[in-house]
C-alpha cells in the first residue's frame, strides 16, 4: 500500500491473498477452514500518528515509508476512520494561525472511537511555555463547531491536558454494550468494527463451549475479559502495564462487572506462581477452576514458560498480532491439544499484517 492511499476495489483480493498465505502458513497443524471476518474497505482505523513537516508558512502531516524512509505528505488519510480523516486539515489550518502551538510542534497523535469521541496529541521536543494551556483552549473552542474533541500537550516530562486525556468507546456485543476507557499513548485495538467481531467470536465459543473459571494474560484494558465475563463463574486477569490495570479496574466499575478481577503481573510471573503452587497475589487458587485461558500476547508470542503454562488448560483461546510467532507456539501447543476453530481478522487492510484467532481443546485419550 503507498502511504496514505487505499484501494478499496482491490479489498477482496488483497484479503484472498492474506487466507492463502495464512492456509499455507499453518498447514502443518491441520486446521479446520478459517472463518474470515473482513474490515471495512477504507476509514476503518481509529488510531494514527505523524509527523509534522514546517515548510515556510505551511506545515502538513507526513509518514516514512519503513523501507526507503522517503517522507510522504498525507494531506487526506482514508486509512483513518473519518472522525480523524475530516479532521486532520482544519485542525492544520488553525495550527498556522497560532504561533504559540505550532511552532515546533513535532508529531500529531489522534485516538477516536466507534462512538465518535477524538483525542489529539500535539506533540513536542522543546518544553511547553505556561501560556500553552490558554491558546490550547481557545483553539479547542474555534474547532468545536467542526468535531468535539479533547486536546493534550505532550513534551518530554510534560503532559498538559485540555479536559482529559482519554475517551470512552462503546462496544456492541452480542446485543449488549459495553463501555471501555481508552488512554492516550497506551495500547488500543486499531481497528473498532474488527475488535467487534473478535469480541463476539471468542464469547461466541465460551458460550456454547467453555465452563468454570477464566485466566486471561496479557488483558490490557480489558478488552476481552470484560467481554467474557457474563460466560464464567471467575474471570481473572492479567496485565503488566499500569496504566492498562488502572483503565480495566474502571472498565469493570464502568459495566458493574462483579466476577472479573485483573492483578498486576507479566505472563512470566503468573507461569512461575502457578509453576510453584504459589498463590496469585490475593487470590487464592484452590478456590477457583480454572479450564480455560486466554492469551494475546504481543508480537513476540508465548515465552517457554508461558507455553507449557497454557497447556495446562483444557481449553486455550489464543488471540495472535503475529502468525509467525503463533505457529512457533503452535508446534508446542498442537502436542497436547487439537485446533477446534481458526479465524482470521482483518485488522490492517492493505498491509501483510493480520490478526488470527485460534481455539485449542487438550486431547482426551
Not at 526507503?68 to 498556522?96: E, G, N, S, W
Not at 485495538?189 to 475488535?195: D, I, K, R, T
Not at 474502571?250 to 466476577?259: E, G
Not at 507479566?266 to 502457578?274: G, I, K, T, W, Y
Request: charged fraction near 20%.
Amino acid at each position: 500500500m503507498q502511504l496514505g492511499q487505499v484501494f478499496p476495489e482491490q479489498y477482496e483480493l488483497q484479503l484472498q491473498a492474506k487466507v492463502d498465505a495464512m492456509q499455507q502458513l499453518f498447514a502443518p497443524f491441520n486446521m479446520p477452514e478459517p472463518e474470515v471476518f473482513r474490515s471495512e474497505p477504507a476509514h476503518y482505523r481509529l488510531r494514527a500518528e505523524f509527523r509534522v513537516w514546517h515548510d515556510g508558512d505551511d506545515m502538513y502531516h507526513i509518514m516514512f515509508d519503513p523501507q526507503t524512509k522517503t517522507k510522504h505528505r498525507i494531506d487526506y488519510f482514508p486509512v483513518a476512520c473519518k472522525t480523524i480523516a475530516d479532521f486532520m486539515q482544519p485542525l492544520l489550518d488553525a495550527l498556522k494561525k497560532r504561533p504559540l502551538l505550532r511552532n515546533r510542534l513535532y508529531q500529531i497523535d489522534y485516538l477516536s472511537s466507534l462512538s465518535g469521541e477524538l483525542l489529539v496529541s500535539l506533540i513536542y521536543k522543546k518544553p511547553i511555555p505556561a501560556e500553552w494551556q490558554a491558546e490550547a483552549e481557545l483553539l479547542k473552542a474555534e474547532l468545536s463547531s467542526i468535531q468535539a474533541f479533547d486536546l493534550i500537550g505532550r513534551a518530554r516530562k510534560q503532559k498538559i491536558l485540555v479536559n482529559r486525556d482519554h475517551l470512552l468507546e462503546r462496544l456492541q456485543v452480542e446485543e449488549r454494550t459495553i463501555q471501555y476507557q481508552q488512554v492516550e499513548n497506551s495500547f488500543t485495538q486499531p481497528n473498532g468494527s474488527v475488535n467487534q467481531l473478535m469480541l463476539e467470536w471468542t464469547c461466541a465459543i465460551a458460550k456454547s463451549a467453555l465452563s468454570n473459571d477464566l485466566l486471561e494474560l496479557y488483558c490490557g484494558n480489558g478488552n476481552f475479559s470484560l467481554a467474557l465475563a457474563p460466560y464464567f463463574r471467575q474471570v481473572v486477569a492479567t496485565e503488566l502495564s499500569k496504566t492498562s490495570i488502572k483503565s480495566a479496574e474502571l472498565n469493570i466499575k464502568l459495566n458493574d462487572v462483579s466476577n472479573l478481577q485483573v492483578l498486576q503481573m507479566s505472563a512470566e510471573d503468573v507461569s512461575h506462581a502457578l509453576s510453584q503452587g504459589q498463590q496469585l497475589k490475593h487470590i487464592d487458587l484452590s478456590e477457583l477452576r480454572l479450564n480455560s485461558v486466554l492469551v494475546d500476547p504481543p508480537r513476540a508470542g508465548l515465552d517457554p514458560a508461558t507455553e507449557q503454562l497454557v497447556c495446562q488448560f483444557d481449553d486455550i483461546l489464543y488471540i495472535s498480532c503475529n502468525p509467525e510467532t503463533l505457529a512457533k507456539n503452535l508446534v508446542t501447543l498442537t502436542q497436547s491439544h487439537e485446533v477446534k476453530r481458526f479465524a482470521l481478522f482483518d485488522q490492517f487492510p492493505y498491509t501483510h499484517h493480520i490478526e488470527c484467532g485460534v481455539w485449542l481443546r487438550k486431547i482426551t485419550l
